[in-house]
């Protein structure tokens, strides 16, 4: 059986990236029908952080990327770390290493002066003058000496290593805490990891696991390496960068499925299909698919991908999700148009849900001022003439749905001798402070005949001098 794993360092939030990763992961798992692991590699106490693991995990969750097994924490893994050092110190593999920095610093100075790669000198590997368990020390591991390494990895195929390239490398600090390169073959080969895939940034690390694993006399898994993410600049997607965060994506009102869908993309194709549900994607993807260069992420093209989301998503769905961004903009859901129908009106227009509550504002609060370049342009006085001419039609009107406005406002216009626009633009400000809405009558009948008469007398008020001399209501 497929068993695959998402391993994150809780060193910060979970990142286009890592979330990609555990894509990939989770896909394979899933169109195997196997299992899908999470293991929480939080060996590095000094960066790692509980709040980070929580937002991780958040994450993971609200993309839909449930683990069949764990959280595991490598934290409270320390017991079985311990007696497998032991073992490899017993059987050979391992050894004490004095060195200080010191000396260490002094080694590397002496490499780059003959133009060599630094690299620990195995001064230890024969047992050291200083041995004592009392003294301070780290483990390091036998790396072979000499033999070469043939890698097939599943997305950039044969790898070939050289064994005299590689070090002697540390499997506990000083304080006996275990590195990364030892815990994770520990890790995998007891949760029985058949498939690691991983970022190709890992791709140097692989040798040394897999000798480690030769050491320990336990089968390999197989491995993929994924390729690198490139912003629109060129520059690898840095994790720190807030606007690669998962958790801000979900704030700014993508949906799971569409960074799903973009994420899939990164790296990964179907043809020329551009969209995909994430059934879709369980049901096409294989890591044989997935492409050797650097995959480009373009901000505009998830927005782009999220727009067609939210036109397949169901409106009870986005009506839910855009009563809780309202009620963060203070905005009282029951107080508006019916919520589907808001919701299918903006997601014609709108990338993000983000974008869609911020243009539902203008249903549930009257302008507080008007857009100054539109109420120039609109609200002059030929604009504020038309108004005035559509007032008293517009308060006779009683059957307030969209075709009897658009028809009224069209007879208005053809008596004015105006285009439908000349009304219409000056009529959207007076309504909703700016010249941007849904169509006119679309937006009449969003807002209700109650709060169009009293935001057009409104602006009729504040806009015109004339009127409040003459004391106009
Ligand atoms: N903890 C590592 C990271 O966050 C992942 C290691 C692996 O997948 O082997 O980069």
């Known amino acids: 059986m497929i068993r695959t794993r998402f391993a994150p360092s809780p060193t910060g939030p979970l990142h286009l990236g890592g979330a990609r990763t555990a894509l990939f992961s989770w896909l394979h798992a899933r169109h195997h029908g196997g299992r899908f692991i999470l293991r929480i590699e939080d060996t590095d106490r000094q960066r790692s952080t509980t709040a980070f ?3 991780i995990l958040e994450a993971l969750q609200w993309l839909g990327l449930h683990a069949d097994e764990g959280p595991f924490r490598q934290s409270e893994r320390g017991e079985r770390y311990r007696e497998t050092m032991e073992r490899l110190l017993a059987e050979g593999h391992a050894y004490r290493c004095y060195c200080t920095p010191g000396e260490l610093e002094q080694m590397r100075a002496r490499a780059i002066q003959r133009d060599e790669k630094p690299r620990y000198d195995r001064s230890c590997r024969q047992g050291s003058a200083r041995a004592g368990n009392d003294r301070p020390h780290v483990l390091r591991f036998c790396n072979p000496l000499d033999g070469e390494l043939c890698i097939v990895d599943q997305v950039l195929g044969e790898l070939r290593y050289h064994n005299r390239e590689l070090d002697d490398f540390i499997i506990a600090r000083t ?44 089968e390999t898994p197989r491995y993929a390496h994924v390729p690198l993410i490139l912003g629109t600049d060129n520059a690898p997607l840095s994790k720190r960068r807030s606007d690669t965060d998962i958790l801000h994506h979900r704030d700014a009102g993508y949906l799971p499925e569409a960074l799903l869908n973009s994420l899939a993309r990164l790296g990964w194709s179907y043809g020329d299909q551009e969209l995909f549900t994430p059934e879709e994607l369980i049901r096409l993807f294989r890591l044989e698919r997935v492409q050797r260069s650097a995959a480009r992420f373009d901000p505009e093209k998830l927005r782009h991908i999220n727009r067609q989301h939210l036109k397949r998503s169901s409106s009870d769905k986005l009506s839910a999700d855009l009563v809780k961004r309202l009620r963060a903009l203070d905005l009282d859901p029951g107080a508006g148009p019916p919520l589907n129908r808001l919701v299918e009106v903006l997601r014609e227009r709108f990338c993000t849900l983000g974008e869609m509550a911020a243009a ?42 969209a075709p009897a406005l658009h028809e009224l406002l069209s007879a208005t216009a053809t008596e004015l001798r105006v285009g439908f626009g000349k009304l219409a633009q000056p009529l959207r ?32 008020q504040q806009c015109d001098p004339k009127r409040e001399e003459a004391g106009a209501p």
């Open 53 to 55: 693991e929580s937002t």
């Open 360 to 401: 539902a504002e203008c249903y549930y609060r009257d302008p507080e001022h008007y857009e100054a370049a539109a109420a120039a342009r609109f609200l002059n006085n030929s604009g504020l003439e038309h108004l005035r001419a559509l007032q008293p039609r517009l308060t006779a009107l009683h059957d307030w749905q």
């Open 429 to 460: 400000v007076a309504l909703c402070g700016s010249a941007v809405s849904p169509p006119i009558d679309i937006t009449l009948s969003l807002l209700g005949r109650k709060s169009c008469l009293r935001r057009l007398q409104r602006a009729l």
């Open 175 to 218: 304080d006996g805490s275990p590195t990364y390169n030892f815990t994770v073959v520990v890790d995998d080969m007891d949760m029985a990891v058949t498939d690691v895939i991983r970022g190709a940034d890992h791709m140097n690390n692989t040798p040394r696991q897999v000798n480690l694993y030769q050491a320990l006399g336990w």
